[in-house]
């Protein structure tokens, strides 16, 4: 949950914020980077 938090904050971030091990996330979320990616679009 602290990967997704800090991957919408990273959109905001003046620098590229870079998650590495994502996988993490499909546990708390599986498709979160896809909904991710259509609300950003």
Do not use: H, W, Y
């Amino acid at each position: 949950r602290i990967a997704m938090a800090l991957a919408i904050a990273g959109l905001f971030a003046q620098n590229p914020v870079n998650i590495r091990d994502s996988v993490c996330i499909n546990i708390s979320f599986p498709g979160f980077e896809q909904t991710l990616q259509k609300i950003v679009k």
